[in-house]
């Protein structure tokens, strides 16, 4: 398809359990955004790539919260000890470059429930 | 700092206009506004840049004022489809790594 694909789309996790949750962009994006959204509230910013550089993790609440791009394209968030607090909506974005006004495509997120 | 949108919630009958408001406290560098249906990908609207560029949909309109740090999106003629929560994301930055700062969204429902 055209757009971000994320995976899995659903997710429960006992806690304490290791995630990892997968993010297709559009072919040829240089730019990748993790953003995390919580029940009823906007997508709150985790992380951002440009190639396969991390150049922001400023958003990863805790050293628990790992993202990685090795090859520029698909990318990985990872959580490990799942805690409930950790239980929202994880949103992958791409973008064809990066500057100012340019748009950031969403994929349809993974939805992490937490026992 | 998020940006704080008005009205958290309106409702319409079809053919209604509505106008939602983006306040930011900090200066803005562009606004990107979002329509996300539950369960699904935020969907891209509009950009608005500093400066009065605007790029997005035809049927929508917004305005960016620099001098109050406000941006407001104009829906016209509303339709059922236009039913979602918009939400309207803020770049601070101008520079490094783009993020949006999105406010808590504003629900919008038309009806018949």
């Known amino acids: 398809g055209a757009g971000v694909s994320q995976s899995p789309r659903y997710k429960v996790a006992k806690r304490g359990q290791d995630v990892a949750l997968r993010c297709d962009p559009i072919s040829g994006h240089v730019s990748l955004f993790w953003y995390q959204q919580a029940l009823g509230q906007g997508p709150e910013f985790l992380t951002y790539f440009q190639n396969e550089a991390q150049l922001d993790k400023s958003g990863l609440p805790s050293d628990r919260f790992f993202a990685e791009r090795p090859e520029g394209s698909v990318s990985t968030l990872k959580i490990q000890r799942t805690q409930q607090e950790d239980s929202a909506v994880y949103l992958c974005?791409?973008?064809?470059?990066?500057?100012?006004?340019?748009?950031?495509?969403f994929g349809p997120g993974t939805r992490l429930t937490v026992l | 700092q998020q940006p704080v949108q008005s009205p958290q919630a309106v409702i319409l009958r079809e053919g209604e206009d509505a106008v939602i408001n983006c306040s930011s406290s900090k200066a803005l560098y562009s606004v990107h506004w979002y329509r996300q249906k539950h369960g699904e990908a935020p969907v891209f609207l509009m950009i608005?840049?500093?400066?009065?560029e605007q790029k997005g949909h035809e049927k929508i309109s917004a305005s960016f004022n620099e001098k109050k740090q406000q941006s407001s999106l104009y829906l016209t003629a509303s339709q059922l489809s236009y039913s979602g929560t918009y939400f309207c994301g803020t770049d601070y930055s101008g520079a490094g790594s783009y993020q949006l700062t999105f406010g808590k969204g504003t629900k919008l429902s038309v009806i018949p």
């Open positions: 608005l840049l500093k400066g009065g």
């Open positions: 974005a791409s973008s064809f470059t990066m500057g100012v006004g340019i748009e950031q495509f």
